[in-house]
């Protein structure tokens, strides 16, 4: 009677404890462990020595309370293979040795489990099947798990108080057959949202955001999504998780944010050697920018940023995001580029896309470009017919996808980024006044054109104030007719350092980046970093490719005016000598407000 009684306080008290047990516990500092003092010697009769000859166990530890630890995380273990009567029936202590007799007893298998009353849904979330269950060791930490996903299941579903238990339960010539049963008790869905703190960011906005609706099914593991969606947005920092209250069949959910300071009003200054003249003197080049982000507390964003890059070259880009178009959880963006590339040609570039961000798999976009690229009148003729330049307009569709855990928007110590791109579309060449028209005879007017698009990063806590980047970024244009002014543009701050800003054409290029960040308050580090590029050029006139790189370092701090920044660089190429003649210095002042 008393092994019976064991067993049916095993599956009805035990068991619901095992998963608890089974979470992960953060590591616990441990003392350095002297030189062992004492034995500890285990013994068990009969069949149960033949079993114990399975298990291994420290026979020799440095006190007592150490030895019985140790026969207590034995017994566990026999527990969980199925040996559920398994007990130290008796022990003694001789000199310095601890002497334990054993007692395993017989192992207890699943004669059945049946499905007492779970739904379909259940079973195939949770993946119960009964076959699964006859004829198999009883493994309590098993059946836990399975507890687990069912009540997981119902959590994502609306049923936050739901339980499972074991009925029916009978016990045969150690065999165990049950039924398994779930009572969801009552269905709970969301009410509102609240935003504690002193954020200024509308409640109507985060719901639509994170897709909490009133009267929608309350989802667990959509709350707990929430607070990685909040990280991803520039404009406000999550103090603490959410909590939600419950009030009888509602769910209220409270996050507590603060704005952060995400405006950006900022310029860049850059001295670089000018290939123009002949007495050393530096070309100075800029960039400006201008971010306007969470207007009002609605989530909308404005931006415009303007760059110099070399002698009579400039980029203008603008961009605006509206979240929540017309009520849903969908995201309207658009896009303007210019780029005028010193007297050769100039080239516009809009773009519309809608995206819609998941709980779980990221953000995902469709889009459409249009771009229009013209040679300049006062451009070379010599490169026109070696077919160099070319007019062109380009219609293309394409999706993105973009996943990001990182722990923070502006300085991440941990956690990894993916985005990914694939558009096509059709590509007609127009006919330029300064060519004949017979020159066109030999061209493809229309032709398919793909681009795709790829940038890792993962960031690496290296010891307590330091972190390591590692960043693959890269690009590739697929047509059967490549034109200067269709390639992508490689080199200087923001792809390949210690370069000029554009410095390589190339049809297809990646760049392999280490940086180490070596962290001095929340907002401030110090970096030296490593730049490996690839580059090809599919220009039929002049292919080429390469393997520049580029190394430096510099650091970026706060002051009262905003975040300061110099980056000093030097790069090689087969175009560039390793040398502190070409190096480069970037510096420039964020002001954000």
Known sequence: MYRIAALVWCLFVWLPLVQAQEKPQPPVPQPVVPQAKAALRVYATGPDRQVLRQYTYRTQVPDTVEARKEVQA???????DAYLLASADSSYKRNDTLHVKLHIGNRYDWAELRNGNLSEGVLVESGFREKFYRNVPFKPAEYAKLQQRILDYAERNGYPFASVWLDSIQIKDNKISAALMVEKAFVVTYDTVQVMGGSKTQAKFLMRYLQLYPGQPYNQDQVLASQRML??????KVVRPPQVQFARDKARVIYFLEDRQANQLDGVVGFLPDPGRS???L?????????????RGSGKQLGL?????NRGSVILNGE?????????PFELGTRFGLLKQDSSFITVQPRVQLAYNTIRYGRFSVFTEWRNSRILSSANPQSLKALDLADARTNTYGLN???NNLDDFYFPRKGRLVELQLAAGRKKLLRNPELEKEFYDTLEVNTTQLSLGLRLENFFRVGKNSALLARLRGEALLNDQIFLNDMYRLGGLNSLRGFDEYFFYASTYGVGTLEYRLFTAEDSYVLLFYDQGYYRSDLEASQAEGLPLGVGGGISFSTGAGIFQLVYSVGHSEQQPMSLKYSKIHFGITSKF
């Open 283 to 295: 070309l100075i080049t800029g960039e400006a920018n201008m971010n306007i982000r969470n207007i």
């Open 305 to 309: 940023q303007w760059r110099r890059v």
């Open 401 to 403: 996808y973009l996943w």
């Open 231 to 236: 990280t991803a947005l520039p404009y406000i």
């Open 320 to 328: 605006y995001l509206h979240p929540n178009l017309f009520g849903t």
């Open 74 to 80: 034995l017994v566990q273990r026999l527990h969980q």
């Open 279 to 281: 007495d050393n003197k």
